[in-house]
């Protein structure tokens, strides 16, 4: 990591030093199986129990509704293609930003799939949800039983965007619809509480908060039906098969509960990070446009700029040891723009030279204006 400046945050974070201490033991000593009756594993049992209710305090849900799960993306396809009762007509409402995690869980879902409106800040439309919803009632034979679920991100993975999860999750469940939310780039980053929002399955991935990679969980509010994506054992009320990765689930808990208790501090000092960051950037003439709405996912700025290729500017800040993202990663045959970038009407001119800087709690102010340079040199490279 010397001299490397790590501004992709969104991608995936650097482990919680604190978090990694806490996994150790679970790893090296207390390795038992959580699912045998003898003493050995009874340590890790107990991590288990206290992390879910760590983990459960952090969003104020109760510890029987954390299911652990390899990741966000398990987590999505779960939500997606498994609520309700099995065997009924299923419609799923969501938005054209979600992650593909979500978008091509719905592909291969048996679901009727419907698509919301979005501005060009990324912001759903609420009309184009009460539209759906009175329309998919319509649509109801009252002996099939039907069933939908919306489902809408918390906040976006390339242009930041949050949305008002508490209102659209009332619009859904006026129409008797389920609610979930992807969190992945929210938790951690923001306050949340499920109850407040009244939402009914919301994914997290640890490796976006200080986590370990390939470990997560779906909160599921008591009563909703959902049934389990893998066939196997009973873990996880045995609605999720799979020996438990207590070492994960630990490191997991440890971060989340850190990163909670330092939510305001370093909400705060990211965002000097990114003011020190256009203030910095304000010295060169520039022609650009910042994506995404005011409220958005702190650290994430989304910039596209006139007529640069954004890949380009990747590659150049990579070779000066700058790690940042395309926010409309390029498909280098097609040179097609991302979907969330496309669906937000970014002028052309200015889409294909969109890059994701996305600032985290490691960041240093020092660092920021030092990629503000790096950039303004690298944008003077046609
Ligand atoms: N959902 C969103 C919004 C994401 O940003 C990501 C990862 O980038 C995922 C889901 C997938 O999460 P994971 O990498 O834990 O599978």
């Known amino acids: 990591m010397k001299n490397v400046i790590y501004a992709d945050n969104a991608a995936t974070t650097k482990l919680d030093i604190e978090a990694f201490e806490a996994m150790k033991p679970y790893l090296l000593e207390e390795f038992g199986n959580v699912s045998q009756p003898y003493s050995f594993s009874k340590k890790a049992k107990l991590a288990l129990k206290e992390a879910r209710r760590t983990i459960a305090a952090c969003i104020n849900a109760e510890p029987d509704e954390i299911y652990f799960t390899s990741g966000g993306t398990e987590s999505d396809n779960w939500a997606i293609k498994c609520f309700g009762f099995q065997g009924s007509s299923k419609t799923i409402i969501t938005s054209p930003i979600e992650h593909h995690a979500i978008l091509n869980a719905c592909k291969t879902s048996s679901a009727d799939v419907k698509f919301l409106r979005v501005n060009s800040y990324g912001e759903v439309d609420e009309e184009s949800l009460i539209e759906l919803l009175k329309r998919k009632d319509e649509e109801?034979?009252?002996s099939t039983l039907k069933e939908t679920l919306v489902s809408i991100m918390y906040a976006n993975n390339e242009i930041g965007t949050i949305q008002d999860i508490k209102k659209l999750a009332k619009i859904a469940h006026d129409s008797g619809a389920l609610f979930h939310t992807d969190a992945v780039q929210a938790v951690g980053h923001v306050n949340i509480d499920v109850k407040e929002l009244d939402?009914?399955?919301?994914?997290?991935?640890?490796?976006?908060?200080?986590?370990?990679?390939?470990?997560?969980?779906l909160y599921v509010k008591k009563g909703t039906n959902l049934y389990s994506l893998n066939s196997g054992g009973l873990q996880e009320s045995g609605l999720r098969?799979?020996?438990?990765?207590?070492?994960?689930?630990?490191?997991?808990?440890?971060?989340?509960?850190?990163?909670i208790a330092e939510l305001d501090n370093n909400i705060a000092h990211i965002n000097a990070c990114v003011n020190s960051f256009f203030e910095r950037l304000s010295t060169a003439q520039l022609d650009y446009v910042l994506n995404g709405s005011k409220n958005k996912i702190p650290g994430n700025i989304?910039?596209?700029?006139?007529?640069?290729n954004g890949e380009s500017i990747l590659h150049l800040l990579d070779l000066q040891g700058v790690c940042i993202s395309t926010g409309s990663a390029c498909d280098s045959v097609n040179n097609q723009l991302s979907h969330v970038i496309e669906a937000i009407k970014c002028k052309k001119e200015y889409a294909h030279g969109t890059i994701r800087i996305s600032l985290g709690k490691n960041n240093t102010i020092e660092e920021t204006q030092i990629l503000a340079e790096k950039l303004i040199k690298v944008l003077g490279i046609r």
Do not use: Q, Y
């Not at 098969?241 to 990163?259: D, R």
């Not at 989304?302 to 640069?308: A, G, L, P």
């Open 199 to 217: 939402i009914d399955m919301l994914s997290a991935s640890a490796h976006k908060f200080n986590g370990p990679k390939g470990i997560g969980f």
């Open 140 to 142: 109801i034979v009252s």
């Open 241 to 259: 098969a799979g020996t438990e990765n207590v070492a994960a689930i630990v490191g997991m808990a440890k971060a989340l509960k850190n990163n």
């Open 302 to 308: 989304s910039i596209s700029f006139k007529d640069k």
